[in-house]
């Protein structure tokens, strides 16, 4: 056992390996005896048997093509197409004479030379067929041919198959009369490989044992070390002795251990800073929460609010189409009221000129007055000439000149009533056309508030139809806050899982005991 021990694990392995080569070298000496023989066999099975029962296959296949190819020439039309089954036909019968001299040149035996004889005789009657059946389907009829490819072509073929069939039992037999010969080799060549065998077990199994014996103290060293390793612990003292592969990877175990501690510690820091980090965030997602709730709170009253406001505008604009209703009537009326007022003001107007028109015409009439003052002025003149014989005429006269006097009188009345009745028609036509001005500036007035109020009402619609699209959004902001909030809840939940899990990570980790 000293001596092992003074061996490195590789020496030991190869002193013990080398007792097994050397028994394994004797048992492969007689394996290959033994092989040779059956090799013998083989290759006769192989090189003999195998061969003369491919032949056969062959033979038969080109039978086949021999057969599919006289079969096609009945059923062709085309030149080139006749003509490349012709080739193929002369290609299957080369080939079938190579495969048939193969076999004659592989018989050995009475009854494979007796049974080749066979089927030379019935090789010949299927070519003659195949070449009786060419020559007929060239020159003769495609009956006469299809009746030769019955007659003539179909038995021989099926004669010269059963001859090739014999063939192959009869080299199916050779190969089984080898097979058993092979068999009793194997079993001799077996029994002494056992024998063998069980020397090489004894050889091995002792210098297994006692290689392990030499090499089990590191073993149960590296053991002790994977289960504290196991077990949490990376403070135990790996002991590492001599310079051989074990002591080499107790060294390496302690290393590892040294290093697996450095990570875990790192693991520790960074699960710690998770934990925090995951607490953090679920705090985050807890007041995001409760945002995201009054939020949603606030959207429903705008929502609530929103869908007032669209009622209240649904009824302005109700009173507006109203509103723009009596307008539309004002301005109606405002116009027969303008027209009224025109009308007036064409009709003082015509007062006006008649007034004038009187003015001019009793002017007229006080120059006659005057005129007749003079001539009845002129006329008492000539009647005081005349002395007694122009009294009378004195008298008329004396009446015409008053007549005149009154008439002119009576003119410069009425000239002052027509001319005071004049600048009152002139005042009243300037406060008339004023008025039809005023009334005119009033339709106008009406017309464009009759306008404002319609473009109010449709303004006031618009906004009820924005209001009421801007209510469907406000509900459909409501509802996607509500999913927020779903959301949130999740991603809460999430967080507080990720707690958990570092959690869990601090205390796996917790585990392992380190010199830190």
């Known amino acids: 056992m000293s001596f092992l021990n003074q061996l490195r694990i590789g020496q030991r392995l190869g002193l013990s390996y080398g007792l097994l080569i050397v028994l394994l070298v004797l048992i492969g000496a007689y394996g290959a005896q033994s092989a040779s023989g059956l090799a013998k066999d083989l290759d006769q099975t192989a090189n003999v048997s195998l061969v003369k029962i491919s032949a056969v296959q062959g033979v038969e296949a080109q039978i086949s093509v021999l057969a599919r190819a006289s079969r096609d020439l009945l059923l062709l039309d085309s030149a080139n197409q006749i003509k490349k089954q012709k080739a193929a036909m002369d290609a299957a019968l080369d080939d079938l004479n190579k495969q048939f001299g193969a076999l004659e040149s592989s018989s050995a035996s009475d009854d494979e030379k007796a049974l080749l004889d066979q089927m030379r005789e019935r090789k ?54 080898l097979a058993e010969q092979g068999s009793a080799v194997a079993n001799r060549a077996m029994m002494m490989t056992i024998g063998l065998v069980l020397i090489a077990v004894l050889v091995g199994a002792g210098g297994g044992w006692a290689i392990s014996r030499s090499i089990m103290r590191p073993v149960r060293e590296a053991q002790r070390t994977a289960e504290a390793i196991r ?95 009596i307008a539309s009537q004002a301005r109606s009326s405002a116009s027969t009221g303008g027209t009224v007022v025109e009308q007036v003001v064409r009709t003082m107007q015509e007062i006006s000129a008649s007034s004038r028109k009187i003015g001019d015409i009793i002017g007229v009439i006080d120059g006659i007055a005057f005129q007749t003052n003079i001539l009845a002025l002129n006329a008492a003149v000539e009647a005081a000439r005349a002395g007694e014989h122009g009294k009378g005429f004195a008298v008329v006269a004396s009446e015409v000149r008053a007549l005149a006097s009154r008439a002119a009188e009576a003119a410069k009345e009425i000239k002052v009533l027509i001319s005071e009745s004049t600048v009152k028609v002139e005042n009243g036509t300037t406060l008339v056309n004023n008025a039809g001005a005023t009334i005119r500036e009033v339709v106008e007035e009406v017309n464009h508030m009759g306008q404002l109020i319609e473009d109010i009402s449709l303004s006031a619609q618009e906004q009820a139809g924005g209001v009421q699209v801007v209510n469907q959004a406000m509900n459909e902001l409501d509802r996607s806050t509500q999913q927020n909030a779903g959301l949130v809840n999740e991603l809460s939940r999430n967080a507080e899982a990720l707690t958990d899990s570092s959690a869990r990570l601090v205390q796996a980790v917790a585990y392992f005991k380190t010199h830190n």
């Not at 002591?247 to 699960?271: H, I, P, T």
């Open 124 to 177: 010949e009657k299927l070519l003659a067929a195949i070449n009786k059946f060419r020559g007929i389907q060239k020159d003769g009829s495609p009956d006469e041919a299809r009746e030769s490819l019955i007659a003539d072509i179909r038995p021989a073929q099926n004669a010269f198959q059963e001859s090739l069939k014999a063939m192959v039992d009869l080299q199916f037999k050779a190969a089984h009369d």
């Open 231 to 325: 077990a949490g612990d990376l403070t135990h003292d790996v002991r590492s002795e001599g310079s051989d592969e074990m002591a080499q990877m107790l060294r390496s175990m302690r290393e590892m251990q040294e290093a697996l501690s450095g990570v875990l510690a790192s693991v520790n820091s960074a699960a710690h800073e998770v934990s925090t980090n995951a607490q953090a965030i679920a705090g985050s997602n807890h007041e995001l929460s409760e945002r995201t709730s009054r939020s949603a709170g606030n959207l429903q009253t705008t929502a609530a609010s929103v869908e007032q406001i669209a009622a209240n505008l649904s009824g302005a604009s109700d009173l507006t189409r109203k509103a723009a209703s």
